[in-house]
T-cell receptor, first 113, second 110 residues
């Protein structure tokens, strides 16, 4: 099974809402990532979890809060987002680190009103 | 920005023709990877080339790497309509960095 799943596929939220994005993989990978992708732009790395510990936070605003409950699951908690945070949020995983092949989920398309 | 640049930004070809896209990057790398993204969906890994390799093949894909020029190219031979997608190079660097290039949008006309 080389699949990374993400839920929900689409999300619309107001600026005062709290919501969570979920990501799951069952490939035994020990590294998982969150990326943000704006329209017609490349993905930008937000967070890196390695062996369930946050190892990289690319200066992302605190209104984004990642969580890795176990080696198969990755969450991204959203609170007090701004309209400019509207984007496609992609989850990915790899065996151990960023230098290896990454497997991406289909993404969650987020719209902040 | 550490982001790589890809050239051309957009490419339109007839089915059966070859497509070449180029990537230039800024820092020393360990590996360079190429990914494909169909419209609005997740990325699919195509090929990984290590810094000590100069060329790599996978099916209809051929990737070259020139570390002295900090550049790579992706050649897709005998293109098909299903190859229509955006193509991104991606580079790692020192300190656990990972950057995607600006991307090339490929359209293959049946």
């Amino acid at each position: 099974d080389t699949e990374v799943t993400q839920t929900p596929k689409h999300l619309v939220m107001g600026m005062t809402n709290k919501k969570s994005l979920k990501c799951e993989q069952h490939m035994g990978h020990r590294a998982m990532y969150w990326y943000k992708q704006k329209a017609k732009k490349p993905p930008e790395l937000m967070f890196v979890y390695s062996y369930e510990k946050l190892s990289i936070n690319e200066s992302v605003p605190s209104r984004f809060s990642p969580e890795c409950p176990n080696s198969s699951l990755l969450n991204l908690h959203l609170h007090a987002l701004q309209p400019e945070d509207s984007a496609l949020y992609l989850c990915a995983s790899s065996q151990q680190g960023l230098r290896e092949t990454q497997y991406f989920g289909p993404g969650t398309r987020l719209l902040v009103l | 920005s550490q982001q790589g640049e890809e050239d051309p930004q957009a490419l339109s070809i007839q089915e059966g023709e070859n497509a070449t896209m180029n990537c230039s990057y800024k820092t020393s790398i360990n590996n360079l990877q190429w990914y494909r993204q169909n419209s609005g969906r997740g990325l699919v890994h195509l090929i990984l080339i290590r810094s000590n390799e100069r060329e790599k093949h996978s099916g209809r894909l051929r990737v070259t790497l020139d570390t002295s020029k900090k550049s790579s190219s992706l050649l897709i031979t005998a293109s098909r309509a299903a190859d229509t997608a955006s193509y991104f190079c991606a580079t790692d660097g020192t300190g656990n960095q990972f950057y995607f290039g600006t991307g090339t949008s490929l359209t293959v006309i049946p």
